[in-house]
C-alpha cells in the first residue's frame, strides 16, 4: 500500500502540469533527516492579488508545482524549501513539493475575490494617520542607512540584494514579516510603503536610464500635485531619500508592477474617468517587424499599458509591462522573440487602456489574451 501510495503522488508530480520554477536548482542525492520533512501548512486561503508564505520543514526540496495556474509560484531568494504562493483568480488548488527522496507533501490552497478592503485612495493616501505611522517607521532608517551611504550588491536581506534588499527591509521594517503582500499593475492605488518596480529603461532620479528592474520604496503620495517622494538602495551604489517623481510617469512608462502590504480593491474610486469600450489587441510580423495594435480609444485614454508574459496568469515575476501613447507598438527581430525564452515557446500579450487626470490614474478593462508563438 505504501508502494502504491509513493507511485500516486510520483504519477500526479509528472503528469498533472506541476510546473517546476523557473531557475530552481535540482539535486537528487538521498538525505536522512533527524524529524520528518513536513509543510508549513496544509492548507492555505489567499486572496485574488495576495501572497502567502509556504515552507518545507525538516527536508530538501526537489521541486514544487500547482495543479492550476489559479496560482503562481516563486522561490524566496535562493530558498528552495520557501516559496510565495500569489493568488490569481476564484479557485482551489493543490501546491506540491517532492523531496529529494521522492515523498510528495501536498497543501490545498483556495483563492478567494480581492477584499473590498482599502486601497490606495485617489484623494491623496499619505495624508491618513495610518500612512503617517508607516512613513514614520521608514524614515527613522534613515538613521541607519544615511543618505550616500553604501547599499549595493553586497547588501542583502531575505536572499534578495542590493536595491529589492533595501525595499523588502523598509517593508518589513514598517509592516512587520508576518503581513502578507499584494501585487498588482495599477498606479492609481499608491500609498506609503509601497514597492515600486521600474521597467528596464527607465529613467532614473539622477538623469540616467535602469539597465534592470528596479525597485524603490513610496514615502509620500499626493496625486493632487502628481508628486511620488521615494527611497531606495543600490542608488548609484548608495541609499537615496527623497527622490522625487511624478505619478503619472509611473502610469504610462516606468511602472512595472507595485508590492503592497495594503490588500489590493481594484474598484477603487478615482478621479480621473475610467476608459470604457471593451479593448482588443492584434499581432502582426512581417519583414522583420513585429507589431502589436490595440483598438483606438478616442475618449478618457492617456496610452496603453500592456503585459507580456510566458504565463497565462501574469504572475508579476515572470511578466514585462510595456506603454505606448499610441496604440500599436512595435519591434524588430524574430517573430517569437517574445517568447523564446517562455515555456514551450508560447508568450501571451493582453492589454488595457490607462487614463491619467494629473496624479489621478484609471484604467480601462483587460483586452482578451493573445497568445504568440
Known amino acids: 500500500m505504501r508502494l502504491l501510495k509513493k507511485t500516486i503522488a510520483l ?3 509528472a503528469f498533472l502540469g506541476l510546473a517546476p520554477i523557473a531557475g530552481a536548482a535540482y539535486a537528487t542525492p538521498l538525505t536522512v533527516y533527524a524529524a520528518s520533512p513536513s509543510l508549513s501548512a496544509k492548507s492555505l486561503t489567499v486572496n485574488v492579488g495576495q501572497t502567502k508564505t509556504l515552507k518545507l520543514k525538516n527536508g ?10 489559479i496560482v503562481s509560484l516563486a522561490k524566496n531568494g535562493s530558498n528552495i524549501n520557501s516559496i510565495t504562493v500569489t493568488g490569481l483568480k476564484k479557485g482551489s488548488c493543490q501546491v506540491a513539493c517532492q523531496i529529494t527522496n521522492g515523498k510528495v507533501f501536498y497543501c490545498k490552497v483556495t483563492v478567494k475575490a480581492a477584499s473590498s478592503g482599502s486601497s490606495g485612495s485617489s484623494s491623496g493616501s499619505s495624508g491618513s494617520s495610518a500612512d503617517k505611522k508607516i512613513y514614520n ?17 553586497r547588501n542583502t536581506y531575505k536572499g534578495y540584494s542590493a536595491c529589492q534588499a533595501f525595499a523588502y527591509l523598509m517593508s518589513d521594517t514598517a509592516f512587520g514579516t508576518d503581513k ?3 501585487r498588482h499593475y495599477d498606479f492609481g492605488a499608491l500609498r506609503t510603503g509601497d514597492i515600486i ?18 525597485a524603490l520604496v513610496v514615502l509620500k503620495v499626493d496625486y493632487s500635485k502628481d508628486e511620488l517622494v521615494l527611497c531606495e538602495g ?30 489590493y480593491n481594484a474598484s477603487h474610486s478615482v478621479k480621473a474617468t475610467k476608459p470604457s469600450g471593451k479593448m482588443t489587441v492584434k499581432y502582426s510580423y512581417s519583414n522583420g517587424v513585429g507589431r502589436f495594435t490595440a483598438k483606438k480609444l478616442s475618449k478618457n485614454c ?20 510595456f506603454y505606448t501613447r499610441d496604440n500599436y507598438m512595435q519591434f524588430h527581430g524574430t517573430e517569437s522573440i517574445w517568447a523564446s525564452n517562455a515555456q514551450n515557446h508560447v508568450a501571451y500579450l493582453k492589454v488595457r487602456a490607462v487614463n491619467t487626470k494629473g496624479g489621478y490614474v484609471s484604467y480601462g478593462k ?8
Request: aromatic content about 16%; cysteine-free; glycine content about 10%.
Open 366 to 373: 483587460w483586452s482578451s489574451v493573445r497568445t504568440i508563438r
Open 11 to 13: 504519477v500526479l508530480i
Open 302 to 321: 492617456s496610452g496603453y499599458q500592456y503585459l507580456i508574459s510566458d504565463d497565462k496568469g501574469f504572475p508579476y515575476n515572470r511578466t514585462q509591462t
Open 234 to 263: 543600490n542608488y548609484m551604489g548608495k541609499a537615496h531619500w527623497g527622490s522625487k517623481f511624478s505619478i503619472s510617469e509611473f502610469a504610462l512608462g516606468a511602472g512595472a508592477s507595485v508590492t503592497s502590504r495594503y490588500s
Open 180 to 182: 502578507p503582500y499584494y
Open 60 to 69: 530538501s526540496a526537489y521541486r514544487w508545482g500547482q495543479t492550476s495556474n
Open 137 to 153: 517607521k521608514i524614515i527613522a532608517m534613515k538613521k541607519k542607512y544615511p543618505e550616500g551611504s553604501r547599499y549595493d550588491e
Open 197 to 214: 518596480y521600474q521597467v528596464p529603461g527607465s529613467k532614473l532620479s539622477d538623469g540616467s536610464y535602469t539597465t534592470t528592474t528596479h
